[in-house]
């Protein structure tokens, strides 16, 4: 599963959460298992109620994996995938909680949910964001979200800068 030219992803972070929630769940199987076989349990039925728990959990930590092209924006769940036309944006939402989620809507009806940190670790995925963005912006469709575009853009700046002085040693 290769980049298409022209095409940026969270491919190699993506390839390390879902072994990370592979081996989550892998040792939450192992420690059940491992738990009903000392207390005597173990059962086939609980063996298999015990990997269907595992699966449940890998479902709920599979991470999206977000790709951008011109023009748009797509990410990719264990099921699903959604995608919105960033030149066409209509909105732009910061959705605060536990772990805050950008909410990107577009004239069609399209919407996507994302992790900010995604952009902020992948400045590709924030320039063809950012691009989507100032031309929806100038055409007149992006009625909502300047002000969240502006504050990821100096997040993603500010943490770009810090990792071009951490690498060339001026830090």
């Known amino acids: 599963m290769g980049e298409k030219p022209g095409e940026t992803t969270n491919r190699v972070q993506w390839a390390r959460e879902v072994w990370s929630s592979v081996r989550c769940a892998g040792g939450l199987l192992a420690l059940l298992l491992l738990v009903d076989w000392g207390s005597g349990r173990f059962t086939y039925g609980r063996a298999a109620l015990w990997l269907t728990l595992a699966g449940l959990l890998v479902a709920v930590l599979f991470p999206p994996r977000v790709a951008a092209g011109e023009s748009w924006l797509s990410s990719r769940r264990l099921l699903r995938e959604h995608r919105v036309r960033t030149d066409l944006l209509v909105s732009v939402r910061c959705l ?76």
């Open 96 to 171: 605060d909680g536990i772990s805050p989620r950008l909410l990107l809507r577009d004239a069609f009806g399209g919407s996507v949910e994302i992790d900010p940190e995604i952009l902020v670790g992948h400045p590709q995925l924030w320039y063809r964001l950012a691009e989507g963005a100032r031309k929806a912006s100038a055409d007149g469709t992006l009625l909502c979200g300047a002000t969240v575009l502006s504050r990821i853009s100096r997040r993603v700046d500010r943490e770009t800068a810090r990792a071009v002085f951490e690498i060339s040693g001026l830090e």
